[in-house]
């Protein structure tokens, strides 16, 4: 694999931190015990050689935020697209995808939402190196958190065998479970072969093309005309507002995740929130 571009979503209203979190100021930007953000820490995540600064993908409100915490933290920032209003995750990471096929077609990208608690950096790393020759493969690689109570509020994920040794290793994706009841989350903890969907993806650039033009080619046109008539703007790349309207709101699980087939999981079984 070639470059590795983490993509970073923070966009959201961050209500499950309310009050400390708020729609001004959501929970991605607010310090916590450590004094360090969660957009802070998700920022340096990852880094290393072949590992790019991070592409983030933000709105017009917390744009300045975005900058001020990565100066602070002392993190590189990399290209910054702001989408002129919300069109949910499956558009955004499509932009970024759009982006980076202009600029560099044989990378990849990690996705990850900017709002987890995940303080082994080292565990995490290994777990994205053991999913990197899936993603060279044209797979698509999630990652699957290991589950310590029957958990209703998190959506699952379904291995199609239970993991085996103590290094991380990808796993055949057999499917998503939406958000279970409390006898279901029991049942599949107990089982083994299920794991908390952690929301992350790592896939190369041209396998996520080929799964949106599979999955919703409607959305490439427009998010790719979005991304192609952005202006710049005091360092930021304001996406073109016209067609970004056009294209379809929804999740990146609802348009591409739960059609393709080709995924696999990397269980992480460190510290995660």
Partial sequence: MANLYPVLLCGGSGTRLWPLSRKSFPKQFVKLGDGETLFQAAARRMAGPKIMPPLIITNSDFRFIVTEQLAEAGIEAGPILIEPSPRNTAPAILAAVQYLAARDPDAALLVMPSDQVMPDRDAFARA??????????????????????????????????????????????????????????????????????????????????????????????????????????????RLAPAPWQLAEEISVDYAIMERSSNLQVVPFDGDWS
Wanted: glycine letters at 8%; proline letters at 7%.
């Fill in 128 to 237: 994205v190196e053991a999913g990197l020759a899936a993603a060279e493969h044209g797979q698509i690689v999630t990652f699957g958190i290991k589950p310590t109570r029957p958990e209703t509020g998190y959506g699952w994920l379904e291995l199609a065998h239970q993991p085996a040794g103590d290094q991380p290793a990808a796993i055949p994706l057999r499917r998503f479970v939406e958000k279970p009841a409390a006898d279901r989350a029991a049942a599949m903890l107990a089982d083994g072969r299920y794991l908390w969907n952690a929301g992350i993806f790592l896939m190369s650039v041209k396998t996520a093309l080929k799964a949106f033009e599979a999955h919703v080619p409607a959305m490439l046109a427009p998010v790719k005309r979005a991304v192609s008539e952005a202006q710049a703007d005091l360092g930021f790349l």
